[in-house]
């Protein structure tokens, strides 16, 4: 069995599904029998209508007997033939929710990143029960050809003790874009003694709030993996109230890490960190400020959600992720496929 991930070119600025998925390339490469291959192919982001068609012939021109698509470029599996056995990863519906009906942007994207993709592939995946709901609800095909399959944490994150400052924590917060909910953490945390370390580049207008309202916060972006895990380390506490998700891969580096997370009550959030978060209403800055000063305030309960944190973290490990989409390849394959021990 010949295995073609095919990749949206990582961009440094931005952590995202793409270095998951470089890892389970590897993992599965490491089980698949002599003779066979498991090899990734990075294709630029749509940029262009001369990128899009690129894409399409460039997935055309190196596909394998088993490709499959992930990262955000959905319409890439257009270019794979019918003969091969042909796997979409969709992670979100944000584009969806993006847009408005009465905007062209929502049935261009509708079309080519959801509905002729998933009526190509043999087999969708997705990476929660959110994203799986949100597709059967807008888009209404592919039901019988969608098995979630979480994400899993990188290994690179490990926990490491560390004394909680209380008197000045760390708040960590990962992201730039808008469903990320920086403006109401800003607005949470005013008046808060707290430093606030921000991945991702930030507005000028985030920047002239942090600065009129004298907010003590750094900025770090392009950052290495290792780089990032040091941020991790550095946290006392992490700050996840996004607005929507496909997943919340935050939740559990954090868990992974062994730092107590401030999350969102709704789906995905609720469901991927358990008893191992402070929930908060994502809509509300109160709800936002009050869910920071438990978790620095109630010792017991700090303690508490890290310690579910950890054990919860250890739900979502490579080499389980890697094996499922293994077994997944060898149930819905076009051809007899042999497994290594």
């Known amino acids: 069995m010949d295995i073609r991930f095919f990749l949206r070119k990582k961009y440094p600025a931005y952590f995202s599904i793409e270095q998951l998925f470089a890892a389970i390339a590897d993992n599965v490469r490491k089980r698949l029998p ?3 291959s498991s090899e990734l192919a990075e294709v630029p982001y749509f940029l262009s209508p001369v990128n899009f068609f690129r894409n399409i012939f460039y997935v055309k021109a190196y596909q394998r007997s088993v490709n499959h698509i ?4 959905h319409y890439a599996i257009l270019g794979c033939s019918r003969k091969n056995l042909n796997v979409l990863t969709i992670h979100d519906c944000v584009l969806l929710e993006k847009y408005s009906k009465w905007n062209l942007k929502y049935w261009i994207f509708r079309m080519l990143w959801y509905e002729l993709p998933m009526r190509k592939a043999d087999l969708i ?3 929660s029960e959110k994203t799986k709901a949100d597709l059967i609800s807008k888009i209404g095909y592919g039901q019988h050809k969608l098995k979630v399959v979480s994400n899993f944490v990188n290994d690179a994150f490990v926990y490491k003790p560390a004394i909680f400052n209380k008197k000045n924590p760390v708040l960590l917060f990962i992201g730039s874009t808008a469903n990320k909910n920086l403006d109401r953490i800003l607005k949470a945390i005013t008046g808060l003694t707290c430093t606030l370390h921000i991945v991702g580049k930030i507005s000028a207008a985030q920047q002239l709030f942090i600065d009129t309202n004298n907010i003590k916060a750094q900025v770090f972006f392009e950052l290495t ?5 040091e941020r991790y380390i550095h946290a006392d506490i992490v700050l996840f109230p ?3 998700e496909g997943f919340g891969m935050l939740i559990i580096e954090a868990n992974a890490a062994g730092r107590p997370v401030v999350t969102s009550n709704i789906s995905p959030m609720k469901e991927v960190a358990g008893q191992a978060a ?5 809509y509300s800055i109160d709800s936002i400020r009050d869910g920071i000063i ?4 109630d010792d017991g309960f700090r303690a508490a959600i890290v310690a579910e944190g950890l054990k919860n973290a250890g739900l979502y490990r490579l080499e389980n992720i890697a094996g499922t989409y293994l077994n997944l390849y060898r149930e819905f394959s076009k051809s007899p496929v042999q497994m290594a021990v």
């Open 70 to 73: 992930t990262g955000d470029i």
């Open 278 to 282: 402070c929930f908060v209403d994502p």
């Open 294 to 297: 438990k978790v620095i305030e």
């Open 242 to 244: 996004s607005l929507y």
């Open 225 to 229: 993996l290792e780089q990032l895990v």
């Open 125 to 127: 995946t997705v990476i």
């Open 34 to 36: 002599a003779g066979s």
